[in-house]
Structure formats: structure tokens, C-alpha cells
């Protein structure tokens, strides 16, 4: 009964995109790119986080993205929000989210992979764990979600077909949540289970990537549900 009552308050909690709720975006790479635009063109309020967020390369990108959009240092942008997406070096997860903050009773959607080894040759999985299962650990009173992890900031953009969205995370209102903003943008969510299977995430991710470093096909993934 509790585990009911904590997943309806959730719910609650968290409202629909039609309100302009504010997502903060930390970072202003590729991925911030692509996603701040998608997002704000769904109702959001977008701020950016950034380290410099008076330089001309921050400011480029609130002039790009719909809306209410605004930059404010990484601590700063996350403090109205309820949504934050680390879009930020796979390497350096753990820092940042310990970094931002009190981040209690947010989604935290996790874009990223950590990465070793060679970009010209092969790469593997980096941590041992998952780096989604890293951010849940650091801000265990947040609401993870592995998401946007498995494509190229280009096709989250344009898919030019079909392309699913993989997530994971503890919080199925949280997975709602990120669900109903994927299939805004044309893409399709799928549900993997809890935060320790953004391992497995993870891995599809290296193949992918190895893939494309190689001669072999490059690829997009997209899996189809059935009954």
C-alpha cells in the first residue's frame, strides 16, 4: 500500500508538458542542442546550465531553442526545475550530479555513456556498474532514467524512421513521464526494467558505436514490441 501511495503522489508531483514546466539541461554540446529545441517545442521551459553561461556559445543556444530559454550557472538552473538532463562527458556523471546539488523528488533523465578504449579501433563499457546506477547513487532522492543513450543527437532530432528510445530506471511515473515526451518528438519509448539495466543499455550502446567506427553496417535501434 505504501509503494502505491508513494507512485500516486508521484504522478501528481509531476505536472504534463501543456503547463511549462521547466527542464534544466546541463550542458550546451550536441545533445543539448538537439534536445533544448525538442523539448521547449513541447511547452517546456528550458535553462541551460553551464559553466560560462554569458559566453557567445551559451548564448547561441537559448537564441536556438523556443520559448522562455535562459542559461544560468549548472547549480543555478536546476533549483526550479523538475526535470534535469545531464548532457554532459560520460566520464564525469558523478561529479556534476554531486555538484548540482539537492535534487530530491526530480527525474534526472541520463543520456550518457561511459566509454573506454580506442575511438579508432574498438571501445567497451567504462564503469562497472552503469553509469545511470553511478547518478542514482550520488542523488538516491531523485528519479533516474536511462534515456536518449543509444542514438546520434542528429536523430533525435530527424529519425528519418523508426528509432526506439530504451529507459530505465526505479520510478514507473518517472518512465511515464520521459515516455510521454519521446513520443512527442517521434520517437518510441520502451521500458527495460529498473536502473540496473541501463548496464545492458549501456552495452547496446558500445555495439553501436563499434559498429560505426568499423566497415561493418551502421544501424539505428529499433525494437518492436509484441503481445
Known amino acids: 500500500m505504501k509503494a502505491v501511495i508513494a507512485y500516486l503522489a508521484l504522478l501528481v508531483s509531476i505536472p504534463s508538458a501543456a503547463f511549462a514546466d521547466t527542464i534544466a539541461i546541463i550542458g550546451t554540446g550536441q545533445v543539448a542542442q538537439a534536445l533544448g529545441p525538442e523539448f521547449a517545442a513541447q511547452g517546456y ?22 520559448g522562455n530559454a535562459s542559461a544560468m550557472l549548472p547549480g543555478d538552473s ?15 556523471v558523478e561529479e556534476i550530479t554531486r555538484g548540482l546539488g539537492d535534487l530530491s523528488g526530480k527525474i534526472i533523465i541520463d543520456p550518457t555513456n ?24 550520488a542523488a538516491p532522492d531523485a528519479y533516474v532514467v536511462k534515456a536518449f543513450s543509444t542514438l546520434n543527437w542528429r536523430q533525435m532530432v530527424e529519425p528519418g524512421g523508426e528509432i526506439s528510445i530504451l529507459l530505465a530506471g526505479d520510478s514507473d511515473a518517472a518512465k511515464a513521464k520521459v515516455s510521454q515526451i519521446v513520443s512527442a518528438m517521434d ?8 536502473v540496473d ?3 545492458w543499455i549501456e ?25
Open 203 to 227: 552495452g547496446m550502446t558500445i555495439l553501436w558505436l563499434n559498429n560505426r567506427i568499423s566497415d561493418r553496417p551502421n544501424f539505428e535501434y529499433h525494437l518492436r514490441v509484441v503481445d
Open 114 to 137: 561511459a566509454l573506454t578504449g580506442d575511438w579508432e579501433t574498438e571501445l567497451s563499457i567504462g564503469v562497472s556498474t552503469s553509469n545511470a546506477r553511478i547518478i542514482q547513487d
Open 78 to 92: 536546476v533549483r526550479d526545475a523538475s526535470i534535469v538532463v545531464l548532457a554532459v562527458p560520460g566520464d564525469l
Open 187 to 194: 520517437l518510441n519509448p520502451i521500458d527495460l526494467g529498473d
Open 45 to 66: 521551459d528550458i535553462v541551460y546550465g553551464s559553466r560560462s553561461p554569458d559566453s557567445q556559445k551559451t548564448r547561441d543556444v537559448v537564441e536556438m531553442t523556443p
Open 197 to 199: 539495466n541501463a548496464r
